[in-house]
């Protein structure tokens, strides 16, 4: 047969191929490689119609067209049906022959089993799928090259970090994207400088900051991509480092900066202060260190609440800051406390800068609607004279603010080396103090007022002893400006008015009526209850109001007088009587005098001393004693000693004295006893 004269040739080929006969369209011949694809034996397949093994519609009608005399050859690819009836994919060729020494033309069929390229493809289009999803899930932008600076690949977020406009990412002309990119940038000549350098090493890992002008901060890694040892295109990959680092800023700024008033904290005073502290220490020169504490913010905080205690802190630190140069640095280190770091200043810059602060706090505040006075208390410590270190200057600064708040406040004081000391033995005597009140170590003794013009007793001064197991006794001078700044005046204050009152209730049934003055401080009278405490006292003890005094300063008569003037108003009302203290040595005002509801002024004991000899003492004690009859209020001098003064006194018409002369404060017996012996006796303090 003529086509099994070509067998020996087409079985030696890989592909399967049949033979097929033109007229009746049967097979006519198979190839070893068609048995073995179709899984059945050469006789088998030889004789049917050549549409049975490959029934797609497409074979069908090129068969009927060959039948036609119509069609010749196709190529595509088709389905052929295996022994088992399985339809299998194959590349189909079939061309029209005419085999040599043959009458007739034949078709050969030629079928390239598909199955493993479609595996492979397969694999390969599910491989793609999988680069894919994983290059858009990860957080950086992704942009892939070729060595020639083509466009391989990219992902979503490399689009959006770049801003890549729509018809620029797949623009079949790259150089338009990297232009794109070097316009984007802060610095165009530093981002090619980096280009051209990775384009300068092909096999370069490399890694830079970028900067973008819509302020972002890009990271940017760039690898080549290696392909059988040689590089084959770049990845490079932009991580967007923005919000990381604004993160790490706010980190740093709150750890360096009070976060009320965005001033510098203690830490950063210390580096600052530290690197000016390396460079004086190689060439000389000074500075100053202020310690400033608010005045009374306690009481404006607790009795405003915390929120308006901010805002008063806020504009605090903004005064100071006005009353401070550029190079100066103002940091707040505590709740009311600031410190200010003076660049090259001597004594006199930061006496100076201290005034002008002083001023600047001492002016009216206004907070939602509320107005109110502040002040401040300064200390001073000058670099090299008191330390060399910015915590020991801060130390010595602080110790000479509590040294000014001692001496009554709003003022501003050097830095002075005993102050140290006090320090400590003020630590020791606080704590001291609130032992002793707790122990009930405290007592009180009653000084005598006597009349000048008839000896007699006119009332007594209640006044607190302190006798301690261990400190001794310690004198009211030395602790209660102390109680005073720490605030436990109160506690002492308090337990001083129940105690007197106690005293002069049992005096007053005894048939022996006292009256008994007892010092207020002024933190004691801006207690909001300070007055209730006081009618409380009364009622309950049933005192007749009358036999108690209240001695009070002129500071609390300067400070808040509206608020001071209620006060006093009150107090009149429950039936006490009123009397300013230590006259003369505070701010002495005529015009308060008048408005506020005193009975009594008494004399300090500083004007006293220097009589009848000191004749400004003369003058002011004169002065004081007219004024006060003017007035209608009644004198008392304190701390005469000597029958001269007395006599003095007496000659200025000055109703009565309290001192040494007639008798220091007593124990209540002792006092009692002094009273008895006062009253029977011909022998009166009112005459030699
Ligand atoms: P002060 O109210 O002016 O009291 C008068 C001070 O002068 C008392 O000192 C008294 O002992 C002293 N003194 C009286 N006569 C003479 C004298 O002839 N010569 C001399 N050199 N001194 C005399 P003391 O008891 O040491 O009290 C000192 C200050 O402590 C008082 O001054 C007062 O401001 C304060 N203080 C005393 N007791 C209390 C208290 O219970 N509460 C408050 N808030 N302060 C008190
Ligand atoms: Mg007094
Ligand atoms: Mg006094």
Same mark, same amino acid.
């Given at each position: 047969?003529?086509?099994?004269?070509?067998?020996?040739?087409?079985?030696?080929?890989?592909?399967?191929?049949?033979?097929?006969?033109?007229?009746?369209?049967?097979?006519?011949?198979?190839?070893?490689?068609?048995?073995?694809?179709?899984?059945?034996?050469?006789?088998?397949?030889?004789?049917?119609?050549?549409?049975?093994?490959?029934?797609?519609?497409?074979?069908?009608?090129?068969?009927?067209?060959?039948?036609?005399?119509?069609?010749?050859?196709?190529?595509?690819?088709?389905?052929?049906?295996?022994?088992?009836?399985?339809?299998?994919?194959?590349? $189909?060729?079939?061309?029209?022959?005419?085999?040599?020494?043959?009458?007739?033309?034949?078709?050969?069929?030629?079928?390239?089993?598909?199955?493993? !390229?479609?595996? %492979?493809?397969?694999?390969?289009?599910?491989?793609?799928?999988?680069?894919?999803?994983?290059?858009?899930?990860t957080g950086d932008g992704i942009l892939?090259?070729?060595?020639?600076?083509?466009?391989?690949?990219?992902n979503?977020r490399f689009v959006e970090l770049w801003d890549?406009?729509?018809?620029?990412?797949?623009?079949?002309?790259?150089?338009?994207?990297?232009?794109?990119m070097?316009?984007s940038v802060e610095d165009?000549?530093v981002y090619?400088?980096q280009?051209?350098?990775?384009?300068?090493?092909? =096999?370069?890992d490399a890694n830079d900051i970028i900067l973008t002008r819509s302020g972002r901060i890009l990271e940017r890694v760039s690898h080549?991509?290696?392909?059988?040892? /040689? #590089?084959?295109?770049?990845v490079y990959s932009f991580r967007d480092l923005t919000e990381r680092q604004e993160a790490q800023k706010r980190i740093e700024t709150?750890?360096?900066?009070?976060?009320?008033?965005?001033?510098?904290?203690?830490?950063?005073?210390?580096?600052? %202060?530290?690197?000016?502290?390396?460079?004086?220490?190689?060439?000389?020169?000074?500075?100053?260190?202020?310690?400033?504490?608010?005045?009374?913010?306690?009481?404006?905080?607790?009795?405003?609440?915390?929120?308006?205690?901010?805002?008063?802190?806020?504009?605090?630190?903004?005064?100071?800051?006005?009353?401070? $140069?550029?190079?100066?640095?103002?940091?707040?280190?505590?709740?009311?406390?600031?410190?200010?770091?003076?660049?090259?200043?001597?004594?006199?810059?930061?006496?100076?800068?201290?005034?002008?602060?002083?001023?600047?706090?001492?002016?009216?505040?206004? &907070?939602?609607? &509320?107005?109110?006075?502040?002040?401040?208390?300064?200390?001073?410590?000058?670099? #090299?004279?008191?330390?060399?270190?910015?915590?020991?200057?801060?130390?010595?600064?602080?110790?000479?603010?509590?040294?000014?708040?001692?001496?009554?406040? =709003?003022?501003?004081?050097?830095?002075?080396?005993?102050?140290?000391?006090?320090?400590?033995? /003020?630590?020791?005597?606080?704590?001291?103090? /609130?032992?002793?009140?707790?122990?009930?170590?405290?007592?009180?003794?009653?000084?005598?007022?006597?009349?000048?013009?008839?000896?007699?007793?006119?009332?007594?001064?209640?006044? &607190? $002893?302190?006798?301690?197991?261990?400190?001794?006794?310690?004198?009211?001078?030395?602790?209660?400006?102390?109680?005073?700044?720490?605030?436990?005046?109160?506690?002492?204050?308090?337990?001083?008015?129940?105690?007197?009152?106690?005293?002069?209730?049992?005096?007053?049934?005894?048939?022996? #009526?006292?009256?008994?003055?007892?010092?207020?401080?002024?933190?004691?009278? !801006?207690?909001?209850?300070?007055?209730?405490? &006081?009618?409380?006292?009364? !009622?309950?003890?049933?005192?007749?109001?009358?036999?108690?005094?209240?001695?009070?300063?002129?500071?609390?008569?300067?400070?808040?007088?509206?608020?001071?003037?209620? /006060?006093?108003?009150?107090? *009149?009302?429950?039936?006490?009587?009123?009397?300013?203290?230590?006259?003369?040595?505070?701010?002495?005002?005529?015009?308060?005098?008048?408005?506020?509801?005193?009975?009594?002024?008494?004399?300090?004991?500083?004007?006293?001393?220097?009589? #009848?000899?000191?004749?400004?003492?003369?003058?002011?004690?004169?002065?004081?004693?007219?004024?006060?009859?003017?007035?209608?209020?009644?004198?008392?001098?304190?701390?005469?000693?000597?029958?001269? !003064?007395?006599?003095?006194?007496?000659?200025?018409?000055?109703?009565?004295?309290?001192?040494?002369?007639?008798?220091?404060?007593?124990?209540?017996?002792?006092?009692?006893?002094?009273?008895? *012996?006062?009253?029977?006796?011909?022998?009166?303090?009112?005459?030699?």
């Open positions: 047969m003529t086509a099994q004269r070509h067998a020996s040739v087409l079985d030696g080929v890989l592909e399967a191929v049949w033979l097929v006969q033109p007229v009746s369209l049967r097979i006519r011949w198979v190839n070893k490689a068609a048995v073995e694809l179709m899984g059945s034996a050469a006789s088998q397949l030889v004789g049917t119609p050549a549409v049975d093994h490959m029934p797609t519609p497409e074979d069908m009608y090129f068969w009927e067209d060959v039948a036609a005399g119509l069609a010749f050859s196709i190529h595509s690819d088709s389905l052929l049906r295996c022994a088992d009836g399985q339809l299998i994919p194959v590349e $189909r060729k079939i061309s029209r022959v005419v085999p040599e020494g043959a009458d007739s033309p034949l078709f050969m069929v030629s079928l390239r089993d598909l199955r493993p !390229q479609r595996l %492979v493809e397969g694999e390969l289009e599910s491989r793609v799928a999988e680069l894919r999803a994983t290059l858009e899930s892939v090259t070729d060595p020639a600076g083509g466009i391989r690949n990219y979503r890549v406009p729509a018809d620029l990412i797949d623009h079949p002309d790259a150089a338009l994207l990297f232009r794109h070097a316009q165009s000549d090619q400088a280009l051209d350098a990775i384009a300068a090493e092909p =096999g370069l080549p991509q290696i392909s059988r040892s /040689r #590089p084959a295109g770049r709150l750890a360096y900066t009070d976060a009320l008033t965005g001033l510098p904290n203690r830490l950063m005073l210390s580096q600052r %202060v530290n690197t000016v502290l390396k460079t004086l220490r190689r060439t000389g020169g000074s500075f100053s260190v202020l310690f400033i504490d608010l005045d009374r913010f306690k009481n404006i905080n607790d009795s405003m609440g915390q929120t308006f205690g901010n805002r008063v802190l806020i504009e605090a630190a903004l005064r100071i800051s006005q009353g401070l $140069r550029e190079v100066d640095i103002l940091s707040r280190v505590g709740g009311d406390e600031f410190v200010a770091f003076l660049q090259e200043s001597d004594a006199l810059g930061a006496e100076i800068v201290a005034r002008r602060i002083l001023s600047q706090l001492s002016q009216p505040f206004m &907070v939602e609607e &509320v107005n109110f006075s502040l002040g401040c208390s300064i200390g001073v410590a000058m670099y #090299p004279a008191d330390g060399r270190t910015i915590d020991g200057l801060i130390q010595c600064a602080d110790t000479a603010m509590a040294n000014v708040k001692e001496r009554g406040r =709003g003022n501003f004081r050097f830095y002075q080396p005993q102050m140290n000391v006090d320090l400590l033995s /003020r630590m020791k005597m606080d704590h001291a103090m /609130r032992q002793a009140l707790e122990l009930g170590l405290f007592r009180l003794h009653y000084q005598p007022q006597i009349s000048l013009s008839d000896g007699c007793l006119l009332g007594a001064e209640a006044l &607190v $002893r302190w006798n301690d197991p261990e400190l001794g006794n310690v004198p009211p001078s030395s602790f209660i400006p102390l109680a005073e700044e720490s605030g436990f005046i109160i506690g002492i204050g308090n337990w001083v008015m129940t105690e007197a009152v106690r005293q002069a209730v049992i005096w007053e049934l005894a048939g022996a #009526p006292v009256v008994v003055s007892v010092n207020v401080s002024a933190l004691q009278f !801006q207690q909001t209850d300070f007055v209730e405490r &006081v009618a409380s006292a009364l !009622q309950s003890s049933g005192l007749t109001p009358q036999l108690l005094e209240l001695e009070l300063t002129e500071s609390i008569l300067v400070r808040d007088a509206d608020e001071a003037l209620a /006060r006093l108003h009150a107090l *009149k009302a429950l039936g006490v009587v009123l009397a300013i203290d230590d006259f003369g040595t505070g701010y002495s005002s005529l015009a308060y005098l008048k408005k506020f509801p005193i009975s009594k002024l008494k004399i300090d004991r500083t004007f006293v001393m220097g009589l #009848p000899a000191d004749e400004s003492d003369r003058a002011i004690v004169g002065a004081t004693i007219a004024m006060a009859r003017a007035l209608k209020l009644t004198v008392v001098a304190e701390g005469v000693e000597t029958p001269e !003064q007395r006599d003095f006194l007496k000659g200025l018409q000055c109703e009565s004295f309290q001192g040494w002369l007639c008798s220091p404060a007593l124990p209540a017996p002792e006092f009692e006893a002094l009273v008895t *012996k006062l009253a029977v006796s011909e022998l009166s303090c009112s005459s030699p």
